[in-house]
């Protein structure tokens, strides 16, 4: 079985899915600032591989 990652639907999905996961993993340490800055730089992290499969034409 093959796993495709669509960047195009994850990276929407990214911050609501920190903000949850950070609420119930560390609810002592949840702020939404914290949530937010960390869902943007995997937001940015998820863009750049994004950026380079598709100048290598790994993605459609």
Sequence with gaps: MSAILDLNRVIPATPAAVHRALRTAMPGTYTPELADRIA????????????????SGGVR
């Design 40 to 55: 943007a730089d995997i937001v940015a992290r998820f863009e750049e591989l994004r950026s380079s499969a598709v100048q």
